[in-house]
């Protein structure tokens, strides 16, 4: 019996896939399914990039004929690349493989499906190309304005210093989390650095 893929990413690791796992779940319940599921999901990389770990094995099971549907929440989940998430929905054509994007059903139903997929690929593009420019256009008047670049931190030296004192002592992370109020992969973050 071949296996459901469920495919979830994030682009950055502050990110979390809840909203997307979510609305595939409310998809299951309304859609039941008897297969069983296999889950695939990258933490942090862009959907621009296809050397993604999760992703990869996922085109590898579809590949080796485990999979027979692929759902994502989106097609920008899948790849933010138009000609990349055309080329994938041509080869799980070609591999029998059912394409589901549970928020947008046109892309399965519809006599237009690869023209659908490329436009809404093409969004997905300009989209992350807008957000890129957005984030130099940022970081250009912080320095302008004397400040540092980049993303501000949302961490206090403070928080950040009683961080790594617990985390010298052997404190639990969670315990951590919850002292200095901050969530548990801001505590991770900064004991591995």
């Known amino acids: 019996m071949k296996n459901i893929a469920i495919y979830t990413r994030v682009s950055t690791e502050l990110q979390k896939t809840d909203s997307q796992m979510h609305a595939i779940e409310k998809y299951l319940k309304e859609n039941p399914v008897t297969r069983p599921i296999s889950y695939y999901e990258d933490l942090g990389i862009s959907g621009s990039k296809s050397e993604r770990p999760a992703f990869q094995r996922l085109l590898q099971d579809c590949r080796d004929g485990l999979i027979d549907t692929v759902m994502v929440y989106k097609l920008d989940r899948l790849s933010r690349v138009t000609t990349t998430a055309l080329k994938l929905t041509i080869e ?102």
Do not use: C
């Not at 394409?99 to 989209?127: D, G, N």
């Not at 109020?181 to 004991?191: A, D, E, F, K, N």
């Open 92 to 193: 799980f054509d070609e591999l029998g493989i059912t394409f589901v994007s549970v928020t947008q059903p046109m892309f399965s139903e519809s006599h237009f499906r690869y023209v659908m997929i490329s436009l809404f690929a093409e969004m997905a593009q300009k989209e992350r190309e807008a957000i890129k420019e957005r984030q130099a256009a940022g970081i250009a008047a912080r320095k302008a304005a004397g400040l540092p670049g980049g993303r501000l931190r949302s961490v206090s030296d403070e928080s950040v210093q009683k961080i790594r004192e617990l985390g010298v002592k052997n404190v639990p992370y969670r315990e951590i989390a919850e002292k200095v109020g901050v969530s548990l992969r801001t505590v991770q973050r900064y004991i591995a650095s």
